[in-house]
């Protein structure tokens, strides 16, 4: 299975800032990793996929990069509404796995 | 509008069979490409990747849970399900139904809590 390795596990940001989440593939996932928003009560959310496509209705200060074993979710000039978990999911090959989670907490 | 909803019995008893179904609605499981997955969430761990079914009926399954997990849908009904025999304490979770498309995840369901417990 690949393993996917997020850091860091938490994170404290004020609102305005720029912030960057890592995901590391235990082998090469070429493009192949989406990044998901979750908040208590709200169905989790897309962000990302392909490594850097961003979906449809996600604000542009969004964005992903990386490819091969390295990637990385920068959200820029932080709002309220960013803060919570983040989670990398690689969708190269079967089974499917997520890295552990990123918490994005107000500073 | 795609919207997903879990159901499930709330609590079973170790060793029972786990029957999950997740209604879904604004698109078909018979479009080319589309599929739904189910993936599960302990209280304050992370997400774990169960199993896929697409348009074609091609069936993925976590090599984890080895042979407990049956995947199924009815397309008539825009419906998907997901069976676990033999559960135990470590299945309880949130349990998470989401459209595939293609590759990815791009709608999920709120989630339904499943406890096992004796």
């Known amino acids: 299975d690949v393993q996917m390795t997020q850091s860091p596990y938490n994170l404290a940001a004020s609102p305005g800032e720029s912030v960057s989440i890592n995901c590391k593939a235990s082998k090469s996932i070429s493009k192949y990793l989406a990044w998901y928003q979750q908040k208590p009560g709200k169905a989790n959310k897309l962000l990302i996929y392909?490594?850097?496509t961003l979906q449809s209705g996600i604000p542009s200060r969004f964005s992903g990069s990386g490819s091969g074993t390295d990637f990385t979710l920068t959200i820029r000039s932080l709002e309220p509404e960013d803060f919570g978990l983040y989670y990398c999911q690689q969708h190269n090959e079967y089974p499917w796995t997520f890295g552990g989670g990123t918490k994005l907490e107000l500073k | 509008q795609v919207t997903l909803k879990e159901s499930g019995p709330g609590i079973l008893q170790p060793s029972q069979t786990l029957s999950l179904t997740c209604t879904f609605s604004?698109?078909?499981?018979?479009?080319?490409?589309?599929?739904v997955g189910w993936i599960r969430q302990p209280s304050g761990k992370g997400l774990e990747w169960l199993a896929n079914i697409w348009w074609d009926d091609d069936k993925y399954y976590n090599p984890s849970l080895k042979n407990r997990l049956t995947i199924s849908k009815d397309t008539s009904n825009n419906q998907a399900f997901l069976k676990i025999t033999n559960v135990d304490t470590a299945d309880t979770a949130t349990y998470y139904c989401?459209?595939?498309?293609?590759?990815?995840?791009?709608?999920w369901g709120q989630g339904v809590m499943v406890t096992v417990s004796s």
């Open positions: 989401a459209r595939g498309n293609w590759a990815f995840f791009d709608y």
């Open positions: 604004g698109f078909s499981l018979s479009t080319y490409g589309m599929g």
């Open positions: 392909d490594g850097s």
